[in-house]
């Protein structure tokens, strides 16, 4: 349905004059600026609409007027980003969003199921004009989208929320958290040579909101060091080339926003910002650098446990958990353990082989192992986001037929068998008032809780951004192009460098085209997420995994197919399958060549080794708790096999 543009115009000017009348008043000045950049931006979407509807869009020359005006308007709504994004994320993808389609997925679906989201605005817009036989109803729905979702924020009532300083400092966070993770990689701006011009004009219309903000709220406004430091960002991006492969993001986020991100944190400590918005489900107000661990939560590692915060009864949890961990006993021969699969001397994966042993002793899993450090920065576990979380996944590895074929009711009975377990659980048990007795929850709670703790580990990476450590200048141009000319960053999003982007309640499940073998003889038949969530977008797509400890956690991807982080450089420089000729009609990864020349292969490699982590591994447990049942009093440390 066609948008009716006079009436919005109507709508716009009626609601600036009446938030005029309290204009007079100098704390008002924050809410003025948010309404003229609004007017601005109205303005400029009203005369791209009018534009579009005039251009038979049949000559190149046409096409270059409506793109020169879409980026005039695009700059617009960089001055009013860090409101928008944060006040109403759903709308601002109408406005703005980079994906056609999007299935709104993880922290979300642990109460409701993924629904889609049909993308809309500039960024598509901009990418449509590529193409050729160009539809104008097509591409005035698209821009459309936009300027009614730019209307829905009066409804929304906006203003309301810049009436109080609370929402100030949780918009600039998630404004700092992108600038970091987003805005620098070309992951919503179609046009490398625009992102880092976009980049400025948004930091400079940012620095216009401090002032009339601090003008505003004196009593909680920005520090001076807070200003300067921002002001300094500006001047560095200033000296820098317009190409975002040509950007230092390095030096950009050790020395300017890091930095930044930590004084805004202690803002919102000192003047004890609240939040009422999902937006900050996930993070954590105590953390002060992006690239601390405690950053977000994705998954509460302790379970059942959760309330317990004693240091005592957490080492209790830790130990049984370790055995458990090591204890064949789950599974249903007793000859099989987490272990068996999630080798501790391997980065909790197994690297021997592609895909690990089934339960038979005779065929192989369909998917590789994943590490189970830093799987807690996921609000969807496995390949498929099959989980919600860690303790689901545990209980389905021990009753699933091809893993450890063992059902609840027996494993809690051979467990309390045991002496040991049973007095560490009974004595714990007073800790979950909510339960009368021991579950199998118990155990897998405290085995979820031992193997987390592995990671709470830093990276090289980490210690050079934290201003506690350094790395070399390969490692620097490797980070570098990772962010920018690889794309590799507009899926591994900074600090995990997994699939969970800002503000870190969503992920990305990508279609790569992965291979059934390295001749690319045919597709793999893995569907991925389409078994979980049926629909075309799904069909062999996968939850994007962390690059973090990449070089020990061999072979990859989720068939195990590439040997070594060579070749997987080489499959994303090639654009994955479709870039080889398979059929993968909904692949998300571009199918054109990156180009990426052999230093510069060689520099992301030495940057993704820089993540790995300085884990200090423990070693097995010397000896297994004995049972009553003397014929599990044969169990094997680790597992058979």
Known sequence: MRLKIKPLIILTFSLIAILSLNFKDRSNT?????????????????????????????????IEIIKNKINQTRNQMKGLDIWLRYLNP??????????????ETEVFEKWEKPYKRIGAGFTLAQLYLEEENIDKQHLLGLIEESVENTQSYFADSITDNLKTYHHFFLCNRLYLLNLAAIYTTGFECPY??????????????????YNSFNESFSETPLSTDYIHLHAKAIDFVKTQQAYNSKFDHFTFIKDFINPLFAFNQMHIKKYKVSTRSLVDYSLNNESMSIFDKSLYFGQNSKGIFLRVNDDEVLNEINK????????????????????????????????????????????????????????????????????????????????????????????????????????????????TPQEKEITLEHVVSAISFYYSKFSNYHAPFDNAMNKTGTVDETVR?????????????????????NGVKPPYVGSEFEVLGVPADTAYSKLSNDNGRFG?????????????GSLRNAQYTKPYMHNGVFANLNEVVDFYDGGGGAGRGLKVDNQTLSADSLHLTKTEKYQLVEFMKSLNEDIIFEMPPTKLPTSKNKTLNKRKIGGAY
């Open 90 to 103: 759903l709308a601002y993808k109408k406005i703005n969003g980079p994906l056609p389609v999007e299935w």
């Open 532 to 544: 979980i969530n049926p629909a075309d977008e799904t069909a062999n797509a996968f939850r994007t």
């Open 320 to 431: 049984v958990g370790k055995l458990l961990f090591y204890d064949p006993i789950l599974s249903s021969n007793n000859l099989r353990s987490c272990a068996s699969c999630h080798k501790t001397t391997e980065y909790f994966t197994d690297t021997v082989s592609k895909t690990s042993m089934q339960f038979d002793h005779k065929n192989f899993l369909t998917r590789n192992t994943p590490s189970l450090i830093n799987a807690s920065f996921n609000h969807l576990l496995m390949l498929d986001g099959k989980h919600i979380t860690l303790q689901h996944q545990g209980k389905d590895v021990i009753t699933n037929p091809l893993e450890m074929a063992s059902d609840e009711k027996e494993t809690l009975k051979k467990i309390m068998s045991c002496g040991d377990y049973k007095k560490a659980f009974t004595k714990l048990l007073k800790y």
């Open 30 to 62: 924050y809410i003025a600026d948010y309404t003229e950049k609004l007017t601005n931006f109205n303005s400029q979407q009203t005369e791209l609409v009018k534009l579009i509807e005039a251009s038979d869009l049949k000559s190149t020359d046409a």
């Open 192 to 209: 490398p040579e625009r992102v880092i011009p976009e980049l400025q004009l948004m930091m400079e219309d940012v620095n216009s909101t």
């Open 477 to 497: 141009q490797g980070f570098n192009v990772f962010m920018s000319k690889a794309q590799c960053a507009t899926c591994h999003f900074v600090p995990q460098f």
